[in-house]
Structures are given as C-alpha cells and as structure tokens.
C-alpha cells in the first residue's frame, strides 16, 4: 500500500486535504475519515497505478514490434541484395557462356568454309580430304548438313563425280550421300545440280565401273529417291536398268547390304506411276517372281508387285508370267511371314477385282482352300482381303449358276404351240415344271459348292501331308472320308 502512495501524487494531495478537515471536525470523526479515506485513496491509487502499468506495457509491446518489423525489413534489404548478387552472377555467366558459345560457332562456320574451298582446288589429294571431312561431318550432325550447303558443298562434290580417279568419286559419292540423310532440301539440290546424270556417266562409261563405285551409286539412288520430287526424274533418267542390273549382278554375288539397297530403290520408284512403264521394259517382274521364296527379300519384292499391279500394264505384265499365280498362292500359306501374307492377298485382290481371266487362273492353282485357311488364321487384314477374293470368286459362280437357269427357264417357258396340252388352260402345269428346273439348278449349285469344300479339305490334308513329311502314299483313314464326306458349306465363309 506505502508503493501506492509514493507512486501516485494525486492520492498524496488528497490525503492531505483529509487530514486538516479532520483537525477541525474533532478528533472521533478525523480517525473513522482517516481510515475510510486511506481504503478508498487506497483503492483509487491502485486502480490508477494498473492503468498507468497498462500504458507502459502498451508502450514496450509497440517498442518491441516496431524493432522486429525493422528487422525483418532489414532482412528483406539483404535478401534482395543477396539475390540481385546472385542474379547479376549468373548474368555474368550466360554472358561469358554467349559469347564463348558464338566463338565456337564462328569457328566451326570458318572449318567449314575451309573446307568447301579445298574442294575447288585442282590437288586431288586435298580435294579427297575435304571430301572426307564433309562425310565425317555430316554423318550424325544434321545442323552441318545445313550448314555445309548454305556454304556451297554440293556443287563442288558433284563436279568431283567428272574425275577419273575412282576414289575420288567414292569420296565424293559417300559425301553426298551423308549431306541428304534426312534433308529433303539437300536432296533436291544434289539432283538439280546433275548428280543423276553424272552417276549414269560413269556407269555408262567404256571402263567397266568399279564395284565399290557402283554400289555407292546405288546408295545415292536409294537415297534421293526417297523423296517424291525426285522419283519421276530419276525413273526417266535411265536408273532404272542399272538398278535391275544390279540387284541381278549382286543376287549372284551375295552383297547383302546393297542387294537390300537396290530393292528398296526400286521399291521408291515404283511408287510414283509413272515409273511403272520403265520398269515394265526391263524383266524385273520376272526376276521378282523367282526371287520369292528367300525369305530375306520377299516382302520387298511383294511390295514392289504390289505398286505395279496398281496399273493395267502391270496386272497384265504380272499375269503373262507362267506360274505366277500358283507362286502368289503359296506365298498365302506362309503363316510364319504376316507381312508377306497381306501383300500377296491384296495382289490377287487386285487382280480379280479387275480380270475374269485372273480369277479362272486362281481357281485352277488352288486358291480357295489357300483362302479359306487364310479367313481362319491369317492377321484381320490378310482375313478381310482374302474374304473379299471369295466374294469375286462366289459372284463369278452366281453369274454362271444364273446363266444356265435363264437358258433353261427361256426353252422351259417359251410360247406353246396352239393346241398343244400345254397350252391348256391350266396355268399349274408351267408353274409346276418351272418349279422342278428351278430345284434342279439350285441342287446342282449346292452340289458344285459341296465338290468345291471337299476338293479343298483334300488339298489342306495333303499339304499337311506334305508338312509333316509323312509318306506320300499316305492314305488318310475312313474316320476322316467320313468327316469330309459330311462336312457342309454352312461351317466355312465361302
């Protein structure tokens, strides 16, 4: 209580003025006063002194706050200096890497621009180096393609083609070769600055080629011949017999690599049509036809058959060969090749879509048992191909089955002679017999249709014979004549 009275001056001023009313009143009242005034200034006093301490600790929690918000400011202040450091830092850095960078870049550009000088220059030594600088360059980099033609490669490698010195034109062939892998632009240049001709030139030439020669030549035809542009213009160049020529010479000598690369070029200019009448003037069908069977070749040569049967010359130069049907159906049992399966099916699509002779043909080598098996177990496109074949081959039956019954039908209703007993006037008689001759042609269609399924699970078992190498003479048991003897149209799509 004593804190509270220094503490506050306003209950000491109080207190005093209590005391001398006291004094006057007498000394009874001044004691009860005195101590009723001390509780209350007491109380009063106490109250004042928590205010006050109130104010203080508002004062100090306001101090406090605005020291920590200085700090933190302050912090902020340094973490914004300490990033604009770090980011004037690594400014610093992309600069130096930008211009390091641009450094290296003119420095290549320069190599380069060397380069496609020593081309140009008449030492043949130097002018093979440069020639093998740009193959190495362009093998894996298609920025140095770009770059090496904006500089002027092309025209230089393709004058090389003119030197004598047959190393000099493998250089320079291989070289070209690289500057169009997977640059349509570089191809089109090597062609319109007269690559083609001039690799025709040396083929052509007195002095038998060189096989390392021609192969690259075979190369570069495969490769410009990737792009459509260029197709028509190498197909009527005359590239087409050497390509021929070629496969033929390294089918005899197993070059397997360029044995792939003539096929494959051929196969780029059989796309576009009107290549189609070049490679009819050479015996490349003829050649195709007996390369099926090697199993490394043929779903390229199926897929060369397959852009010439897209023309009337091709079908009809593709038909005129012996045997070239019974070929193309054993190529559809092939059930280990898919591939080969869907493109010799869409061959004979093609054929008997357009040719009743072709279809006549297909019969007679055996294609419904082969088509048959092939709606079973062949892939959904060689499946779809083979059952729309059965359909040209079921309508060809239909028109036939019709033929005969409107010629029977015209002798069974023409106009009776007068008086005779058909002319009766009983209409029932006609319609009676032309009921009999309508059940006698559909019984004869079911008993082709039923001879035609027997005929095929006949030629399905010998060919099971035939791939389980059992004896030839193997006589099947009277379990299966009786399975086939009973066997119906109804289970098989045909």
Same mark, same amino acid.
């Given at each position: 209580m004593a804190k509270c009275h220094t503490n506050n001056n306003i209950g000491s001023l109080l207190l005093d003025h209590t005391s001398t009313t006291a004094t006057a009143t007498g000394t009874h009242h001044s004691r009860l006063w005195t101590a009723f005034s001390r509780k209350l200034f007491d109380a009063v006093s106490c109250g004042g002194s928590s205010r006050y301490r109130q104010y203080e600790d508002d004062i100090s929690s306001f101090t406090t706050t605005a020291t920590n918000a200085t700090a933190r400011e302050k912090g902020r202040v340094k973490a914004r200096n300490g990033k604009s450091e770090k980011l004037s830092d690594l400014l610093s850095?992309?600069?130096?890497? #930008?211009?390091?960078?641009?450094?290296?870049? *003119?420095?290549?550009?320069? @190599?380069?621009?060397?380069?496609?000088?020593?081309?140009?220059?008449?030492?043949?030594?130097?002018r093979r180096e440069a020639a093998c600088n740009v193959r190495l360059l362009c093998k894996e980099d298609a920025k140095a393609r770009v770059t090496?033609?904006?500089?002027? =490669?092309?025209?230089?490698? *393709? @004058?090389?083609?003119?030197l004598e010195d047959f190393e000099c034109q493998i250089d320079a062939l291989y070289a070209l070769l690289n500057l169009g892998i997977g640059n349509d632009v570089n191809k089109a240049a090597i062609v319109k600055a007269g690559a083609v001709h001039k690799m025709l030139k040396i083929i052509e030439s007195p002095n038998a080629a060189n096989p390392s020669v021609s192969e690259a030549i075979v190369a570069n035809f495969l490769g410009l011949s990737a792009l459509d542009l260029n197709k028509p213009i190498i197909g009527s160049s005359g590239a087409v017999p050497f390509l021929v020529n070629s496969l033929k010479d390294l089918d005899r000598k197993n070059g397997s690599q360029a044995k792939q690369d003539a096929l494959r070029a051929l196969y780029n200019l059989s796309i576009s049509p009107s290549n189609i009448s070049f490679i009819l003037e050479t015996d490349?069908?003829?050649?195709?036809?007996?390369?099926? +069977?090697?199993?490394?070749?043929? !779903?390229? *040569?199926?897929?060369?058959?397959?852009?010439?049967?897209?023309?009337?010359?091709?079908?009809?130069?593709?038909?005129?060969? %012996?045997?070239?049907?019974?070929?193309?159906?054993?190529?559809?049992?092939?059930?280990?090749?898919? @591939?080969?399966?869907?493109?010799?099916?869409?061959?004979?699509m093609v054929m008997a879509h357009k040719a009743y002779g072709d279809r006549q043909a297909m019969i007679e080598a055996g294609i419904v048992s082969s088509l048959l098996e092939l709606t079973l177990l062949g892939s959904a496109l060689a499946q779809k191909r083979a059952s729309r074949i059965l359909e040209c081959l079921r309508v060809d039956k239909g028109k036939q089955? #019709?033929? $005969?019954?409107?010629? $029977?039908?015209?002798?069974?209703?023409?106009?009776?002679?007068? +008086?005779?007993?058909?002319?009766? #006037?009983? %209409?029932?008689?006609?319609?009676?017999?032309?009921?009999?001759?309508? !059940?006698?042609?559909?019984?004869? !269609?079911?008993? =082709?249709v039923k001879q035609l399924v027997q005929q095929s699970l006949q030629n399905n078992m010998r060919r099971i014979v035939k791939r389980a190498n059992l004896p030839q003479d193997f006589v099947p048991s009277e379990h299966f004549k009786s399975l086939t003897s009973s066997s119906t149209s109804k289970s098989l799509p045909f």
């Open positions: 850095m992309a600069e130096a890497e #930008s211009e390091s960078d641009t450094r290296k870049k *003119v420095e290549v550009l320069e @190599g380069m621009k060397r380069v496609v000088r020593e081309l140009q220059v008449d030492e043949g030594v130097k090496l033609s904006m500089v002027g =490669a092309i025209p230089p490698l *393709v @004058g090389m083609l003119d490349l069908i003829t050649f195709l036809m007996g390369l099926l +069977g090697d199993m490394e070749v043929s !779903e390229r *040569v199926l897929s060369i058959l397959s852009n010439v049967v897209s023309t009337p010359e091709g079908r009809k130069a593709i038909s005129a060969i %012996p045997d070239a049907f019974p070929i193309l159906v054993d190529v559809l049992n092939w059930t280990d090749s898919p @591939g080969c399966q869907e493109k010799a099916s869409y061959i004979l089955v #019709s033929e $005969n019954y409107a010629g $029977n039908m015209g002798s069974a209703v023409s106009a009776p002679i007068y +008086g005779t007993p058909s002319s009766s #006037s009983n %209409p029932n008689v006609v319609s009676k017999e032309c009921l009999e001759e309508t !059940e006698d042609m559909m019984s004869e !269609e079911k008993k =082709a």
